[in-house]
């Protein structure tokens, strides 16, 4: 962890075991196509070809940030992926925090600053999240991998 913040977590947009499964299979149905097709013509190298790229991509969305949370000087502040507007959360203005299960499905889409229902969602992967209330009742779902340390971290500026 940097030691100039007081917790810092990087939400990656590939690291989705579900959407993962789901690019492992295609890539697989297509060197199935590839192995098992009788007449080799020119457009059945098009299915290695297709599989390749798929696990190629997968393994470049592995890397790929969607969204950073930093906690620091009683801010909590969201980068999102490069155009996305920073989002800065003003401890100062929250009046509840608890820990929470994300989504009751269990196909979420990844979502930076999405705003729907009276709440604020921020989610990659996993099923959990800290769900903040401000004083005007809008509510800012972040999803983590570390929901205790986070929960604690921000009981923690929230006092200081």
């Given amino acids: 962890m940097d030691s100039r913040y007081t917790y810092i977590e990087k939400q990656y947009i590939g690291r989705d075991y579900i959407r993962i499964c789901i690019r492992l299979i295609m890539a697989a149905f297509c060197f199935a196509v590839y ?3 009788r007449d080799r013509d020119n457009t059945v190298d098009l299915f290695l070809v297709v599989g390749f790229g798929i ?3 997968s393994i470049l969305l592995l890397f790929l940030i969607q ?3 930093v906690i620091e000087n009683r801010k ?3 980068d999102g992926l490069w155009t996305a507007k920073r989002v800065v959360i003003d401890l100062n203005n929250i009046v509840q925090v608890r820990k929470a299960t994300y989504s009751r499905y269990f196909f979420n889409n990844p ?3 999405l705003h729907k229902k009276g709440s604020v969602r921020f989610f990659s992967s996993g099923k959990d ?3 903040l209330t401000d004083r005007d009742g809008l509510e800012y ?12 971290v921000i009981q923690n500026e929230m006092k200081a």
């Fill in 67 to 69: 969204y950073k949370t």
């Fill in 55 to 57: 696990i190629g991509v």
């Fill in 76 to 78: 909590i502040i969201i």
């Fill in 35 to 37: 192995v098992y097709e």
């Fill in 141 to 152: 779902y972040i999803g983590t991998q570390r929901p205790n340390e986070m929960y604690l």
């Fill in 129 to 131: 999240a800290i769900v």
């Fill in 111 to 113: 979502v930076y600053n």
